[in-house]
Every structure is written in C-alpha cells, then in structure tokens.
C-alpha cells in the first residue's frame, strides 16, 4: 500500500467545454475518460479528492467529494478558491480536468518541495503552470482580493504569496516531453494528444 500525501487533489472541472463541444473531463484516452485516469492517479497519492464542478450530477458516479463553484462564472480562479475552502488539508495540488498525462513521479517532486511557500508551481518554456502546482490555504484571501479586484487569472494573485517556481530543468528527467501539461481544450489538441498516445 502506497503512503498517501496529507494532501488533497483538486480537479477543476469548471468550464463550459465550448471549443470541444462536449465535456472534456468524459473525453477517453486510451479508452478511459480522462477524469478517470485524474481520479486513479489521485487515489495513488492524496488522502482526498475534490472535483470542483457546477455540473455536480455527472461526476456522482466517481467516490470524490464534489462542489459547486462559490464563486460562479469566475472560472479557474474561483474553482481553485473553491477548492482550497473545502480541502481538508493546508496544502492543496491542483490540476484542470482535462489533462491526461499527468506523471506521478513529476507530482511528487513538487510535494517533496512544500516548505513554507505558498505556491509551488513548475516553470516550462511556456512559462509558469498554475493549473498543475500546490497551493496553501494562505492563498485563500488573496485569491479573494483578486477576484474583488475585477482579475481572473490564477497568476494575479502570485504577487501577494510567497512563491516557490521549480523550474524545467529540475523535473525534465521525469517528464522529459513535458506531457504532464498537455490538455486537450479542442478537437485538434484532442486528435494531437491521442496521435502522441500512439507514438
């Protein structure tokens, strides 16, 4: 039996699926529905799980605790709030719905690297990864500040926490293709995630 993180895993399954046109979290790769493969993953590594949905009837099936927005239309920022409010623990990671490659060994570093920051996010080419970081109860009020402020993205409210940046070349041995940050946000991505499946 694995030891599982006091931790919890948050899945934001928020969005309105608009560019897919049917819901992400239920897209199968590799004929498992994403979510499933999130939820698997999870079980493997944190104490509980938390899906943050305003669809709560479609993920009742799965055994995860599931919460509507506190803050509706206000997108992953208000999810990741939602999410933080309810976790049992101080510290949280927290991932979008719709990312099928997530890599344990990748989220495991980044538990191992919690101190007394209150963000620990990785740092790729692209720049920094919010929605695959660990964040602290800390953030709570910020994130609220933010959202008050009229400001949606999660990386607004970085400048009021202390913050811990992990950057590539710390974790490339562990996802040496960067799949842990794939998400499949339209059709194309999906048929690219699924060709990189085959290769």
């Known amino acids: 039996m694995e030891k599982k993180t006091n931790i919890s895993g948050i899945i934001l399954s ?46 009742s099936a799965l055994d995860v605790k599931i919460y509507g927005d ?6 992953a920022l208000a999810g990741l709030y939602t999410g933080l409010f309810f976790s049992s623990f101080p510290y949280s990671f927290c991932v979008a719905c719709d990312m099928p490659y997530l890599n344990k060994s990748l989220i495991e570093y980044l538990i191992n690297k919690i101190d007394d920051s209150d963000v620990i996010v990785p740092k790729t080419q ?20 933010t959202i008050e402020q009229g400001k949606y993205k999660i990386i607004d409210f ?42």
Not at 22 to 44: C, D, S
Not at 70 to 75: C, R
Not at 126 to 145: F, T, V, W
Not at 160 to 189: A, L, Q, Y
Request: proline share 6%; net charge neutral.
């Open 158 to 199: 970085y400048p009021m926490v202390k913050i811990k940046t992990i950057g590539e070349h710390e974790f490339r041995s562990f996802d040496p293709m960067m799949e842990s940050f794939v998400n499949v946000n339209t059709p194309e991505e999906l048929l690219l995630a699924r060709k990189r499946n085959l290769s």
């Open 70 to 75: 506190l803050i509706p239309n206000w997108g």
């Open 126 to 145: 692209d720049g920094l990864q919010p929605l695959h970081a660990i964040y602290s109860k800390n953030c709570l009020e910020p994130i609220r500040m």
């Open 14 to 59: 928020g969005g309105k699926s608009i560019r897919m046109g049917e819901n992400k979290a239920f897209i199968e790769i590799e004929g498992v529905p994403i979510i499933k493969r999130i939820q698997t993953l999870f079980e493997r590594l944190f104490q509980e799980i938390i899906i943050v949905t305003n669809q709560k009837e479609l993920f």
